[in-house]
């Protein structure tokens, strides 16, 4: 028989079992020589639909089998945090009992981290949002400014200069202060006269000093603190010492680039870490916080709202995020340290400091012979197994 038009084309572009692809060579070599297929039966062949096989389209093509499923992905993830979580727990240290390790001063970790502070807490500080946190809460920052705890000026950048009169910063660090001054000169050395301060923001504050060379103003209409009451071992003093150098009172300021004035009210702006919603990741921060602070010098386990509420300043605001342990406050002056009342209240503020600040040299003092006469036990201890253990040796080798 001779295949009518295209038939042959058709017969040819099946899907075939195996068992009529092996015909298919007879077929094609039939048609093309005299237009006729040696066997009719060929021609006419079903094709069973078990062999067929249609082309994947791009919806119905196959999993990758290289891709992890996405659960199995986010519960690998929090696996390894978790591991994280307990490698560090189990290298916490262990501090002696009776001893409140919160009143350990380690401040002077910075001293010897400031050339790589930067590096080390970026990463961490873009990932968890802190670094937008810092613009967001500088950016509110009016008039005369103070910046207390600098570090090394992660926040001079973010200022709205147009509305800062003059900026002053400080931070019980020498070697965090001039990486802060480097800082300023390469980056904003246009924006205006900054002053550098060397010194503890629990000692007096520097005065409020004019750029344009009037008469200084009574206080500092903003002062900025970010991650500093996790570093200073009296938290409730450093926040009211801060306060000390505050303006007495609301008044008006006009911005540098227009006429327009603006109602300043003396604040005091903090951003901090510490204790969280949870329990359970309060308890995590416990344990692990002696280790942290020794090696960082911060401890993060600390109750930022109870240290302001202790302080007796005004908390106008106070928001939380990161599981509640990033903690943004603003701070006002209480109103006995307005008005008639603020020099006694600044009278009875100095007292205090002077009366905390020896009970907590006395008790570092303590603390210090404490642990001197803890490691002496331990090193005889130590002395006296290793002896024990050399004669045990001795024995069986006579």
Not at 40 to 53: E, I, Q, V
Not at 58 to 65: D, G, L, R, V
Not at 174 to 180: I, L, T
Not at 220 to 237: G, K, N, Q
Request: a neutral charge.
């Amino acid at each position: 028989m001779r295949f009518e038009k295209g038939q042959a084309e058709r017969v040819y572009g099946l899907v075939e079992s195996e068992y009529e692809a092996e015909h298919r060579l007879v077929i094609s070599m039939d048609v093309a020589m005299n237009g006729t297929v040696l066997d009719d039966s060929l021609a006419t062949t079903k094709t069973p639909k078990k062999s067929f096989r249609p082309v994947a389209s791009a919806s119905t093509a196959p999993p990758n089998p290289r891709k992890l499923p996405r659960p199995v992905f986010i519960g690998g993830f929090f696996l390894g945090v978790l591991t994280c979580f307990g490698i560090y727990t189990y290298k916490a240290v262990v501090v002696d009992e009776g001893v409140d390790p919160s009143t350990f001063d380690v401040s002077c970790r910075y001293n010897a981290t400031a050339g790589t502070f930067d590096k080390d807490v970026d990463f961490t500080e873009r990932w968890t949002g802190i670094i937008k946190l810092r613009r967001e809460l500088v950016q509110q920052a009016r008039g005369h400014v103070l910046e207390a705890a600098v570090g090394t000026g992660r926040n001079s950048e973010f200022y709205d200069f147009d509305r800062v009169k003059s900026l002053t910063l400080l931070d019980q660090s020498k070697e965090m202060v001039e990486v802060a001054k480097a800082k300023w000169q390469k980056t904003n050395a246009d924006d205006g006269p900054c002053r550098f301060f060397a010194q503890s923001a629990l000692e007096p504050l520097p005065a409020v000093v004019d750029p344009e060379g009037k008469q200084a103003e009574p206080g500092y209409d903003t002062i900025v603190a970010t991650m500093s009451l996790c570093s200073t071992p009296l938290p409730e003093l450093f926040l009211r010492n801060l306060a000390t150098g505050l303006a007495p009172s609301i008044h008006t300021a006009s911005r540098k680039s227009t006429d327009a004035e603006e109602t300043l009210r003396p604040r005091i702006l903090l951003l901090e870490h510490g204790r969280s919603h949870y329990s359970w990741l309060n308890k995590v921060l416990d344990v692990t916080a002696p280790s942290h602070a020794l090696q960082h010098g911060c401890w993060w386990n600390r109750d930022i709202g109870q240290i302001a509420r202790e302080s007796g300043l005004k908390i106008m605001d106070i928001r939380r995020k990161d599981f509640g342990t990033t903690w943004c406050l603003q701070l006002e002056l209480p109103e006995e340290a307005q008005g008639r009342g603020r020099q006694q209240w600044l009278a009875d503020t100095r007292e205090m400091m002077v009366k905390s600040q020896v009970d907590f040299e006395q008790r570092q003092s303590g603390i210090g012979k404490e642990m001197k006469e803890k490691d002496e036990v331990r090193r005889r201890e130590a002395d006296l197994e290793k002896w024990r253990r050399e004669q045990r040796e001795t024995m069986k080798k006579g």
